[in-house]
């Protein structure tokens, strides 16, 4: 026998109810941990203020420069300004600087005419047999 028109409506109820109710509260906590581990990606040791994920290096050493008193090293408060340099805050003087030597590029091989070849000895192709005389 199959289902009767009763039990097809209550499991379409059942489903629309749970489009409905939207997470559960597994999905809920781990979007909340989510959400604080972006939110305070980088924290400031000395003031403990937040920064979001996306914050960039010009942002965190602009923070350094207006909240703390002239001559705080930006390094005493975000280890990931180690390398920032203010003067290039996008970054684009450091790979310049950083490519080093620059290689000599390798020469082509010569090509080779066919005189110099049989010159040195070989021959090209397949020899021919001789005629039997």
């Known amino acids: 026998m199959g289902k009767g028109s009763n039990v097809q409506k209550a499991q379409a109820a059942r489903e629309r109810n749970q489009k409905k109710q939207g997470k559960s509260d597994e999905e809920r906590k781990a979007a909340k941990a989510k959400a ?5 990606a980088f924290c400031c040791k000395l003031c403990k203020q937040t920064f979001m994920v996306n914050a960039k290096p010009p942002v965190l050493y602009l923070h350094v420069t207006s909240k703390h008193p002239a001559g705080t090293d930006p390094v005493s408060c975000f280890d990931s300004l180690k390398d920032f340099d203010p003067n ?13 030597p620059v290689k000599p590029k390798k020469s082509k091989k010569k090509e080779e005419n066919l005189e110099d070849l049989l010159d040195a000895g ?3 192709g397949k020899k021919k047999k001789a005629a039997k005389n």
């Open 36 to 40: 604080d581990a972006d939110a305070s």
């Open 122 to 124: 070989l021959s090209m």
């Open 88 to 100: 290039d805050p996008k970054g684009l003087k450091k790979p310049a600087a950083a490519a080093g």
